[in-house]
Protein backbone atom coordinates (compact mmCIF):
# COMPACT_ATOMS: atom_id res chain seq x y z
CA UNK A 1 0.00 0.00 0.00
CA UNK A 2 2.76 2.31 1.07
CA UNK A 3 4.95 1.53 -1.78
CA UNK A 4 2.40 1.58 -4.05
CA UNK A 5 1.44 5.00 -2.97
CA UNK A 6 5.14 6.50 -3.81
CA UNK A 7 5.34 4.99 -6.67
CA UNK A 8 2.17 6.95 -7.60
CA UNK A 9 3.54 9.62 -6.06
CA UNK A 10 6.49 9.27 -8.13
CA UNK A 11 4.88 9.05 -11.26
CA UNK A 12 2.61 11.87 -10.54
CA UNK A 13 6.52 14.29 -9.70
CA UNK A 14 7.19 12.50 -13.44
CA UNK A 15 4.71 13.44 -15.42
CA UNK A 16 4.66 17.08 -13.92
CA UNK A 17 7.85 17.65 -15.15
CA UNK A 18 7.17 16.05 -18.83
CA UNK A 19 7.93 19.04 -21.36
CA UNK A 20 7.14 17.47 -24.88
CA UNK A 21 6.13 18.80 -28.39
CA UNK A 22 4.07 16.92 -30.75
CA UNK A 23 3.38 17.82 -34.29
CA UNK A 24 0.08 17.45 -35.60
CA UNK A 25 0.50 20.39 -38.79
CA UNK A 26 3.77 21.07 -40.50
CA UNK A 27 3.41 22.42 -43.78
CA UNK A 28 3.37 25.98 -45.08
CA UNK A 29 0.76 28.56 -46.44
CA UNK A 30 -1.66 25.53 -47.63
CA UNK A 31 -2.28 22.31 -47.44
CA UNK A 32 -0.86 19.94 -49.48
CA UNK A 33 -2.50 16.41 -48.78
CA UNK A 34 -1.96 13.70 -50.98
CA UNK A 35 0.52 10.35 -51.24
CA UNK A 36 3.79 12.72 -52.73
CA UNK A 37 3.30 14.31 -48.48
CA UNK A 38 1.96 11.37 -46.79
CA UNK A 39 4.92 10.63 -44.74
CA UNK A 40 5.80 14.56 -43.73
CA UNK A 41 2.00 15.18 -43.77
CA UNK A 42 0.22 18.00 -45.62
CA UNK A 43 -2.03 19.71 -42.47
CA UNK A 44 -0.72 23.56 -42.17
CA UNK A 45 0.44 24.74 -38.73
CA UNK A 46 -0.52 23.42 -35.47
CA UNK A 47 1.72 22.26 -32.51
CA UNK A 48 0.64 20.63 -29.27
CA UNK A 49 2.76 21.55 -26.29
CA UNK A 50 3.01 19.83 -22.83
CA UNK A 51 4.09 21.12 -19.70
CA UNK A 52 3.82 19.16 -16.62
CA UNK A 53 -0.24 19.09 -16.85
CA UNK A 54 -0.96 22.19 -18.41
CA UNK A 55 -1.55 22.11 -22.32
CA UNK A 56 -0.35 24.93 -24.28
CA UNK A 57 -1.60 25.17 -28.63
CA UNK A 58 0.80 26.78 -31.19
CA UNK A 59 -1.38 27.99 -33.89
CA UNK A 60 -4.39 26.59 -34.95
CA UNK A 61 -4.15 25.33 -38.97
CA UNK A 62 -5.80 22.32 -40.53
CA UNK A 63 -3.72 20.19 -38.12
CA UNK A 64 -5.45 21.46 -35.05
CA UNK A 65 -8.45 19.26 -36.17
CA UNK A 66 -6.81 16.11 -35.59
CA UNK A 67 -5.75 17.28 -32.37
CA UNK A 68 -8.82 18.39 -31.11
CA UNK A 69 -10.55 15.06 -31.98
CA UNK A 70 -7.77 13.67 -29.55
CA UNK A 71 -8.51 16.10 -26.75
CA UNK A 72 -12.33 15.29 -26.73
CA UNK A 73 -11.69 12.34 -24.54
CA UNK A 74 -9.78 15.04 -22.22
CA UNK A 75 -12.46 17.09 -21.26
CA UNK A 76 -12.41 19.89 -19.40
CA UNK A 77 -9.79 21.07 -21.28
CA UNK A 78 -8.34 24.34 -20.08
CA UNK A 79 -5.40 25.77 -22.47
CA UNK A 80 -4.01 28.42 -23.84
CA UNK A 81 -3.40 28.81 -27.99
CA UNK A 82 -0.53 31.64 -28.84
CA UNK A 83 -1.58 32.63 -32.63
CA UNK A 84 2.08 33.55 -34.30
CA UNK A 85 0.04 35.55 -36.59
CA UNK A 86 -3.62 35.32 -38.12
CA UNK A 87 -2.56 34.65 -41.90
CA UNK A 88 -5.24 31.85 -43.24
CA UNK A 89 -2.81 28.97 -42.58
CA UNK A 90 -2.59 29.64 -39.21
CA UNK A 91 -6.46 30.22 -37.89
CA UNK A 92 -7.98 28.00 -40.87
CA UNK A 93 -8.63 25.15 -38.27
CA UNK A 94 -10.21 26.86 -35.90
CA UNK A 95 -13.84 26.27 -36.50
CA UNK A 96 -12.95 22.62 -37.33
CA UNK A 97 -11.71 22.00 -33.25
CA UNK A 98 -14.31 19.99 -31.71
CA UNK A 99 -13.11 21.14 -27.98
CA UNK A 100 -14.31 24.37 -28.77
CA UNK A 101 -18.25 22.69 -28.32
CA UNK A 102 -17.75 21.17 -25.27
CA UNK A 103 -18.78 23.74 -22.87
CA UNK A 104 -17.17 22.52 -19.79
CA UNK A 105 -13.61 23.59 -21.78
CA UNK A 106 -11.82 26.98 -21.38
CA UNK A 107 -9.56 28.71 -24.08
CA UNK A 108 -7.44 31.59 -24.25
CA UNK A 109 -6.53 32.86 -27.36
CA UNK A 110 -3.57 35.08 -27.64
CA UNK A 111 -2.25 37.19 -30.45
CA UNK A 112 0.62 39.29 -30.55
CA UNK A 113 0.49 41.09 -33.81
CA UNK A 114 -1.75 42.87 -34.27
CA UNK A 115 -1.14 46.26 -32.90
CA UNK A 116 -4.27 48.59 -31.73
CA UNK A 117 -6.14 48.97 -35.26
CA UNK A 118 -8.07 45.79 -34.32
CA UNK A 119 -8.20 43.08 -31.93
CA UNK A 120 -7.89 39.54 -32.28
CA UNK A 121 -11.89 38.48 -31.59
CA UNK A 122 -12.20 41.20 -34.43
CA UNK A 123 -10.38 39.51 -37.10
CA UNK A 124 -11.69 35.62 -36.28
CA UNK A 125 -15.17 37.10 -36.67
CA UNK A 126 -14.40 38.77 -39.77
CA UNK A 127 -13.30 35.64 -41.02
CA UNK A 128 -16.08 33.02 -39.65
CA UNK A 129 -18.66 35.67 -41.28
CA UNK A 130 -20.89 35.04 -44.46
CA UNK A 131 -20.41 34.48 -47.06
CA UNK A 132 -16.84 33.09 -46.24
CA UNK A 133 -18.15 30.84 -43.51
CA UNK A 134 -21.39 29.87 -42.62
CA UNK A 135 -21.59 30.08 -38.28
CA UNK A 136 -19.71 32.72 -36.42
CA UNK A 137 -17.28 31.92 -33.15
CA UNK A 138 -20.29 32.86 -31.11
CA UNK A 139 -21.41 29.13 -31.89
CA UNK A 140 -18.28 27.84 -29.97
CA UNK A 141 -19.85 26.42 -26.17
CA UNK A 142 -16.11 26.81 -24.71
CA UNK A 143 -15.58 29.28 -22.13
CA UNK A 144 -13.44 31.98 -24.41
CA UNK A 145 -11.20 34.68 -24.09
CA UNK A 146 -9.35 36.90 -26.70
CA UNK A 147 -6.46 38.58 -25.14
CA UNK A 148 -3.73 40.67 -26.88
CA UNK A 149 -0.07 41.56 -26.21
CA UNK A 150 2.29 43.37 -27.98
CA UNK A 151 5.51 41.29 -29.22
CA UNK A 152 8.38 41.46 -27.53
CA UNK A 153 6.16 41.41 -24.19
CA UNK A 154 7.32 38.25 -21.86
CA UNK A 155 4.18 36.20 -20.60
CA UNK A 156 2.85 33.84 -17.80
CA UNK A 157 0.28 31.90 -18.72
CA UNK A 158 1.01 29.59 -15.97
CA UNK A 159 3.39 29.09 -12.51
CA UNK A 160 6.22 27.79 -13.68
CA UNK A 161 5.66 28.80 -17.59
CA UNK A 162 7.56 31.74 -18.74
CA UNK A 163 6.77 32.49 -22.54
CA UNK A 164 9.28 35.40 -24.24
CA UNK A 165 8.43 37.24 -27.43
CA UNK A 166 9.45 38.67 -30.62
CA UNK A 167 8.46 40.56 -33.38
CA UNK A 168 9.20 38.43 -36.85
CA UNK A 169 9.52 39.92 -39.83
CA UNK A 170 6.72 38.97 -42.08
CA UNK A 171 3.11 40.73 -43.56
CA UNK A 172 0.61 41.96 -41.65
CA UNK A 173 3.67 40.93 -38.18
CA UNK A 174 4.09 37.74 -36.56
CA UNK A 175 4.89 36.55 -33.18
CA UNK A 176 7.65 34.55 -32.43
CA UNK A 177 7.73 31.81 -28.87
CA UNK A 178 10.44 31.22 -26.87
CA UNK A 179 8.79 28.82 -23.98
CA UNK A 180 10.37 27.99 -20.87
CA UNK A 181 9.21 25.34 -18.49
CA UNK A 182 11.72 23.24 -15.91
CA UNK A 183 15.30 24.80 -16.96
CA UNK A 184 14.41 23.85 -20.58
CA UNK A 185 13.13 25.81 -23.31
CA UNK A 186 11.52 25.58 -27.28
CA UNK A 187 11.34 28.19 -29.35
CA UNK A 188 8.67 28.39 -32.32
CA UNK A 189 9.85 30.58 -35.12
CA UNK A 190 7.63 31.09 -37.75
CA UNK A 191 6.94 33.10 -40.30
CA UNK A 192 9.31 35.09 -40.75
CA UNK A 193 11.75 36.42 -43.69
CA UNK A 194 15.32 36.78 -43.06
CA UNK A 195 18.13 39.39 -44.24
CA UNK A 196 20.81 37.65 -46.24
CA UNK A 197 24.30 38.14 -44.23
CA UNK A 198 22.12 39.96 -41.67
CA UNK A 199 21.02 38.00 -38.73
CA UNK A 200 17.61 38.91 -37.18
CA UNK A 201 18.85 40.43 -34.16
CA UNK A 202 15.16 39.51 -32.18
CA UNK A 203 15.92 36.05 -33.58
CA UNK A 204 19.12 35.63 -32.23
CA UNK A 205 17.80 37.24 -28.47
CA UNK A 206 14.99 35.14 -28.36
CA UNK A 207 16.71 31.78 -29.30
CA UNK A 208 19.99 31.96 -27.29
CA UNK A 209 20.73 28.95 -25.89
CA UNK A 210 17.60 27.35 -26.30
CA UNK A 211 17.07 23.24 -26.61
CA UNK A 212 14.68 23.31 -29.01
CA UNK A 213 14.44 25.97 -32.31
CA UNK A 214 11.13 25.11 -34.51
CA UNK A 215 11.91 27.78 -37.49
CA UNK A 216 10.41 28.86 -40.80
CA UNK A 217 12.33 26.66 -43.30
CA UNK A 218 10.01 27.16 -46.59
CA UNK A 219 12.75 27.40 -48.64
CA UNK A 220 16.14 26.60 -49.79
CA UNK A 221 18.54 29.91 -50.00
CA UNK A 222 18.56 28.89 -54.13
CA UNK A 223 14.54 29.44 -54.43
CA UNK A 224 14.56 32.09 -52.09
CA UNK A 225 17.39 34.43 -54.51
CA UNK A 226 15.42 33.26 -57.28
CA UNK A 227 12.25 34.15 -56.81
CA UNK A 228 11.00 34.15 -53.13
CA UNK A 229 12.39 37.58 -51.71
CA UNK A 230 9.55 39.63 -50.09
CA UNK A 231 7.52 36.85 -49.71
CA UNK A 232 7.64 36.87 -45.75
CA UNK A 233 9.90 33.57 -45.11
CA UNK A 234 13.51 32.09 -44.25
CA UNK A 235 15.31 29.16 -45.47
CA UNK A 236 16.78 26.57 -43.84
CA UNK A 237 20.30 27.34 -44.37
CA UNK A 238 19.14 30.26 -42.71
CA UNK A 239 18.15 28.21 -39.70
CA UNK A 240 21.61 26.78 -39.68
CA UNK A 241 23.19 29.79 -39.14
CA UNK A 242 21.15 31.17 -36.85
CA UNK A 243 21.51 27.70 -34.51
CA UNK A 244 25.29 28.12 -34.91
CA UNK A 245 25.62 31.74 -33.73
CA UNK A 246 22.73 31.35 -31.13
CA UNK A 247 23.62 28.10 -29.95
CA UNK A 248 20.76 25.93 -30.45
CA UNK A 249 20.73 22.93 -29.13
CA UNK A 250 18.58 21.66 -32.07
CA UNK A 251 17.01 22.48 -35.10
CA UNK A 252 13.08 21.41 -36.36
CA UNK A 253 12.67 22.17 -40.11
CA UNK A 254 9.57 23.33 -40.14
CA UNK A 255 6.79 25.17 -42.69
CA UNK A 256 7.22 23.45 -45.67
CA UNK A 257 6.70 24.24 -48.63
CA UNK A 258 3.41 23.12 -50.25
CA UNK A 259 5.21 21.86 -53.61
CA UNK A 260 8.18 20.03 -51.22
CA UNK A 261 7.16 16.41 -51.46
CA UNK A 262 8.17 13.56 -49.51
CA UNK A 263 11.55 12.99 -51.84
CA UNK A 264 12.11 16.63 -51.67
CA UNK A 265 12.04 16.65 -48.28
CA UNK A 266 14.07 13.79 -47.99
CA UNK A 267 16.72 15.48 -49.84
CA UNK A 268 16.99 18.89 -47.85
CA UNK A 269 16.68 16.44 -44.67
CA UNK A 270 20.19 14.73 -46.03
CA UNK A 271 21.58 18.43 -46.85
CA UNK A 272 20.48 19.43 -43.30
CA UNK A 273 21.72 16.81 -41.32
CA UNK A 274 25.02 17.71 -42.56
CA UNK A 275 25.36 21.33 -42.01
CA UNK A 276 24.07 20.37 -38.61
CA UNK A 277 24.00 17.17 -37.00
CA UNK A 278 21.30 16.56 -35.06
CA UNK A 279 18.73 18.36 -37.19
CA UNK A 280 15.61 17.32 -37.88
CA UNK A 281 12.32 17.90 -40.08
CA UNK A 282 9.22 18.69 -38.99
CA UNK A 283 6.60 15.34 -39.62
CA UNK A 284 2.99 15.17 -38.39
CA UNK A 285 3.14 12.79 -35.15
CA UNK A 286 6.64 13.55 -34.26
CA UNK A 287 7.35 13.85 -30.75
CA UNK A 288 10.09 16.04 -29.42
CA UNK A 289 11.02 16.47 -25.73
CA UNK A 290 13.72 19.31 -24.83
ZN1 LIG B 1 2.33 30.35 -42.60
ZN1 LIG C 1 2.06 34.14 -42.73
Redesign the pocket.
Known amino acids: MQAARVRATVAAVTTGAEFLVRFWGVR ?2 IAAPGPATARYGGN ?2 SIEVRCGARLILLDA ?1 TGIRSLGNKLLAEAPVDSDIFF ?2 T ?1 F ?2 VCGLAFFKPFFQPQNSFRLWAGHLGSGTTLQRVLREFMAAPLFPVPPEVFKAKMEYREFTAGETLTPAPGIVLRTAALNHPDGATGYRIEYGGKSVCYV ?2 TEHVPSTPDRNILGLIRGADILIY ?1 CMYTDEEYAEFCVGWG ?1 STWQEAVRLCLSAGVKKLVVF ?1 HDPDHDDERLDAIGREVEVALPGAVLAREGMVLSP
Open positions: GSTSGTHHDHTDDHH
